[in-house]
């Protein structure tokens, strides 16, 4: 098993730009996650879902769209990037209420 | 809305000692899960340990155990016979009840480990 994956690794935007995060798991997890860390923070949830076609806002969730149209792919868009979008943004998932296993990260810089 | 408070920045130890980490969480729930998560340079995030709020008895894995105080809202961990390796961010995070399973995590403590 691969896990949660994250693509792209690292990524410079412009502000004004758009990108899609991109977030997969192969352990049929139901529930999937999106968190951004901060420098010096500790991780916030943006969105969540519990389930393909279900989806809902986490704490900081503005400036961000997901869709979750299969149970393996998580993918987290941002419209025109703002530089307070610049963060390290982690995909996890879970099954049910075990714990979460997140993916590696990709760091984002908007300038 | 629940809170988690870590209150030390920082942290060393000295390879092969015992370290503490604090950390408080507000709630008003009484079932509910308590994890301590390990980030290493690599960024990756990696869980150490979890506790349920409705065992009394304090986890244990290999090294590193907690001392869960459900009263107090106080949930530390113990890492022993301290490592190199040890030496990272350590996230502790509160899950609710619900069927959401998210997580609520605090600002993090850097842990060196020094020879």
């Known amino acids: 098993n691969a896990g949660v994956t994250q693509t792209p690794k690292f990524r410079i935007l412009k502000i004004g730009q758009s990108m899609t995060l991109q977030c997969a798991q192969d352990m049929n997890h139901n529930y999937m996650y999106w968190y951004r860390q901060d420098p010096g923070m500790g991780l916030k949830l943006i969105y969540y879902?519990?389930?393909?076609?279900?989806?809902d806002k986490g704490e900081v969730p503005n400036g961000y769209n997901v869709s979750r149209s299969t149970t393996e792919d998580f993918p987290l868009r941002l419209e025109l990037a703002a530089p307070s979008q610049t963060s390290v943004y982690f995909c996890?998932?879970?099954?049910?209420?075990?714990?979460?296993?997140f993916g590696p990260g990709t760091r984002l810089t908007v300038t | 809305a629940q809170t988690v408070t870590q209150s030390q920045p920082e942290m060393s130890v000295q390879e092969a000692e015992t370290v503490t980490l604090s950390c408080t969480y507000d709630?008003?729930?009484?079932?509910?899960?308590l994890f301590w998560y390990k980030q290493p340079p690599s960024r990756q995030m990696i869980l150490v340990i979890r506790q349920e709020a409705y065992k009394q008895q304090n986890a244990t894995e290999n090294r590193f155990s907690v001392n869960f105080q459900k009263a107090a809202k106080s949930f530390s961990l113990k890492i022993s016979d301290s490592q190199l390796g040890d030496a990272a961010m350590y996230f502790c995070?509160?899950?609710?009840?619900?069927?959401?399973?998210?997580?609520?995590f605090g600002t993090g403590t850097r842990l060196q480990v020094t020879l």
């Open positions: 995070a509160y899950r609710g009840p619900g069927t959401a399973s998210k997580l609520t």
């Open positions: 879902s519990v389930g393909a076609g279900i989806t």
């Open positions: 709630t008003s729930e009484s079932d509910y899960y």
């Open positions: 996890a998932s879970s099954y049910l209420l075990s714990e979460q296993y």
